[in-house]
């Protein structure tokens, strides 16, 4: 979730919890190719313990900025299916009509609050990038700073989740710390 730069934030700032996200590129003669708008494709996501209440989402850019997870509107199905050598698989089963980055997602309905870090001034917003990665489910969300206290900061973190926090840094003589 950190390497290709998609955390579990809704374009909204809501955190999610991921069942799995995966993303579907078609092309022909190197030309992108879309879904008929009466046609879905059929997408199994394994899963150990596949969760209640999980929604398709589908990601959202700006260039190569990504602006979060919108809700597709599309509900995802527990499943059960045979893979090549014949055993059974359990996981999720989504029927999305879009292409592009789809999201196997349900909201973390908890009550929030800030969440805030404080950083030697060397780690800034010009070298320095923030995640809170949630424990024991696949939740990240990166941290911004604010301006008025030059913390990094999440204004919506879901209460009583443990969590660590990992920083990717660039020094000057272009090496990254983490």
Known sequence: IIALGVPTTTTGGEMLESGGMVRIVVSCDG???????????????????????????????????????????????QAEWLNTVQSVVQGYEILSKDLGWINCSRFINEPTSQFCVDLPPNFNPENTQVYMVFKDIRSVAVLEVDLATQKFCFPNT????????VTVSKTGDGQYWL
Do not use: C, H, Y
């Not at 589908?58 to 900025?65: A, H, K």
């Not at 879901?158 to 926090?165: A, N």
């Open 158 to 165: 879901p209460i009583g989740f443990p969590v660590r926090l």
């Open 31 to 77: 030309k992108p190719l879309e879904l008929k708008s009466d046609r879905k494709l059929k997408i199994q996501v394994p899963a150990n313990n596949p969760a209640d209440n999980m929604l398709v989402f589908s990601g959202r850019f700006e260039t190569d900025t990504f602006l979060g997870w919108e809700n597709a509107g599309q509900q995802v199905f």
